[in-house]
């Protein structure tokens, strides 16, 4: 009966591999839609995109959340900054989505590898950013700064998507002076929040396989598990790494997307 709603065996397999990898890129740096969301299309290629979309979010947004739960145990997070951050990205991933219904994502579409392809060079230039934490504001000016990067990308998360962990994740190091594992751990729990925010609009249009998503949930999680063992290890030198690869795939991912295929899944 399960695999009558959600494929073969073997399909259900590559799936969940897809989501342990996606979780543990996930946990590190972000990015793990650029392994879920291609294998989900290429296992079910007959599925209405939406509901390939939704129900990746409705696994994935799991891992997430279990990911910025773990840092929080281990990491000093800057709640006074982050929780208003979060509020602003919440309303910034609500705006975005309403306004891709009013305008194309064309134009974003083929300027995105450029962008990514500035944050690559200016992170390979600047060897020792996000080596060292050492945050640049106090009080209430963090929280504005945290909240004008919420609302900035999680707009961008409703609006189009594709790098949101990694835009979070710079721009936490570049204008906070976080390091790269402080950011990361930040950027979890802003992510989770705009990934749920997605999920409902997604689940209200009814475009959730949630069967499909409970193995996707159960894969992340132990994914996501392994990812911040690794980066809780190594520290912030070894999330740079991860994080200069990751923007690297985004980059070439988006190029195709947008020159060569014409559209971003």
């Known amino acids: 009966m399960f695999e009558s709603l959600a494929g073969t065996l073997p399909e259900l397999l590559l799936v969940a591999a897809a989501a342990g990898l996606a979780g543990f890129v996930d946990a590190i740096v972000g990015g793990g839609g650029l392994v879920l969301v291609p294998a989900l299309f290429a296992v079910y290629p007959q599925a209405v995109p939406a509901t390939l979309l939704g129900t990746n979010k409705g696994g994935a947004v799991w891992g997430t959340a279990w990911a910025t739960w773990k840092y929080a145990q281990r990491v000093t997070l800057r709640w006074g900054a982050l929780w208003p951050a979060v509020g602003a990205a919440l309303v910034g991933s ?68 594709p790098g949101t962990g990694s835009f979070f994740v710079f721009l936490f190091v570049r204008l906070l002076g976080y390091d790269f594992l402080h950011a990361s751990a930040s950027a979890k729990l802003l992510n989770t929040v705009t990934n749920a925010a997605a999920l409902v609009l997604f689940a209200w249009k009814g475009h959730v396989w949630w069967h499909l998503a409970l193995v996707i949930a159960v894969a992340n999680i132990l994914g996501s598990l392994a990812g911040i063992r690794l980066a809780l290890k190594h520290g912030a030198g070894f999330v740079r790494g991860v994080f200069i690869a990751v923007v690297g795939a985004l980059i070439l991912k988006t190029a195709y997307d947008g020159f060569l295929r014409g559209g971003v899944t």
Not at 111 to 135: C, D, N, S
Not at 141 to 149: D, F, K, L, T, V
């Open 94 to 161: 609500f705006v975005g989505a309403w306004a891709v219904t009013q305008v194309s994502a064309d134009g974003l579409k083929r300027a995105l590898p450029f962008i990514l392809g500035a944050v690559l060079v200016y992170t390979l230039m600047r060897k020792e950013l996000g080596r060292h934490h050492q945050p640049r504001f106090e009080g209430r000016r963090e929280a504005a700064w945290a909240s004008a990067i919420g609302a900035t990308i999680g707009f961008y998360d409703g609006f189009f998507g």
